[in-house]
């Protein structure tokens, strides 16, 4: 049965106030569902400091440190892909709703990470898991970073996150990878404008995870040979200023790439490609 059809949740200033004068020490977490419940509905309040600050903290000190129950978290797993959380108003952009959708994104990623730990998750519900991140990045139109007087949204950033938990799960069978590779790759060609608050090096970790895993570098390396070629289709598609957005992005996120390369021997002998691809670029 679904949680919020069984708890009536806090109303977020009811919640705020409680988490501003409670710490989690404080708080018999087995006997207090209901500030759970009530900390994911709120979990994409427009306010920074208590969707960040205190909910997204909370959520991590009292997940990490394993005081809410495997079976409450998988409960809170199935209610976070729902429409409700992870796909509430998607394909909006600009409105608030991106708050709940990413915030959403890295709550899974906290979940993930404890499955990781502690094996809680069916080999099912992961994969289903996979599959929603998928459709859910696919989707996503809303990728602003730092909202003025909002805080953080910051999409791209907290997708990657879950995507890195995921990767990192054996639960995942490395033949989905290209299909998770493809999804993260498809964000880098952002035409509206150019991400500066380092997404690009977010969005890289888990990349860098799979090839680590054991994901073939001639999957990464295709792609980046026809970055060039997807610029030069996008150019006769789009305005030019659209263009150059999109060709910062590409250029930003080959550095980022790089710079991981240069520090791991694993990926040396892709260091040529990314710089081949790269110096083309300033020739465009």
Sequence with gaps: MNLLENII??????????????????????????????????????????????IYQTFCQVILETKIDDQLLGEILELCVSDQFLFKGI??????SVFTRSFTSLLIALILYQDNRNDFLT????????????????LEK????????????????????????????????QSTYPAIMQAIWQKIYQTESVYIHDEDERMIVPIIQMIDNGLGQEVLEGLIINMKNDLHQYRNQIEEESYWFLVA???????????NMISNPKLSSMQSVVSKTLNEMYEI
């Design 9 to 54: 949740p806090m109303k977020e200033k009811e919640l705020k106030y409680f988490l501003e004068n409670r710490n989690s020490e404080e708080i018999e977490w087995a006997e207090k569902k209901h500030i759970v419940i009530s900390m994911l509905v709120h979990i994409g309040s427009p306010d920074s400091q208590l969707r960040d600050n205190m």
């Design 123 to 138: 080999e099912a519900k992961v994969n289903e898991i996979k599959d929603k991140l998928i459709s859910y990045v696919n």
């Design 142 to 173: 809303d990728v602003r970073g730092y909202v003025k007087d909002k805080g953080w949204a910051h999409s791209m950033a907290h997708v990657a996150d879950a995507f890195d938990e995921l990767v990192k799960s054996e639960k995942i069978n």
């Design 91 to 96: 394909g909006e952009k600009d409105t608030d």
């Design 249 to 259: 992005n590409c250029k930003n996120f080959l550095k980022s790439l790089l710079v």
